[in-house]
């Protein structure tokens, strides 16, 4: 059974999930801007633009990837605010540490995440 996190445990995944916030909205930003500045639906004229339309598509599929990945890292800061970070939300468990060091976003343990992927 993995123990309750202590309080400079916390802060430290504060401070990451922070920082991981910052970085993913500057990149977001960054996408979102790139996207305006190459609107899609223009036609394809030749090879070079088919791999720019290729571009395009994987820049949107990075765009959301990132999105779901930010709403993933507001949701740890408020779980943090609300002093549920760490537990899983499907069986209440303490999520394990070292699950948290390397995804501390997660909202499950690995066992309740694979039952559920």
């Known amino acids: 059974m993995t123990a309750p996190l202590t309080p400079a445990e916390l802060q430290g995944f504060r401070e990451t999930l922070s920082e991981r916030y910052v970085e993913l909205a500057g990149e977001i930003e960054?996408?979102?801007?790139e996207a305006v500045e190459s609107p899609a639906g223009v036609p394809v004229e030749d090879q070079g633009d088919e791999?720019?339309?290729?571009?395009?598509?994987?820049?949107?599929?990075?765009?959301?990837h990132r999105g779901r990945t930010l709403q993933d890292v507001t949701g740890a800061l408020e779980r943090l605010?609300?002093?549920?970070?760490?537990?899983?939300e499907r069986c209440g468990t303490w999520i394990e540490r070292e699950r948290l060091s390397v995804l501390p976003e997660a909202r499950r343990c690995a066992t309740c995440e694979a039952a559920v992927a």
Request: aromatic content about 4%; overall charge negative.
């Open 51 to 64: 791999a720019a339309e290729s571009d395009k598509r994987v820049d949107v599929d990075l765009l959301e």
């Open 81 to 88: 605010d609300e002093g549920r970070f760490g537990r899983c």
């Open 30 to 33: 960054r996408l979102e801007s």
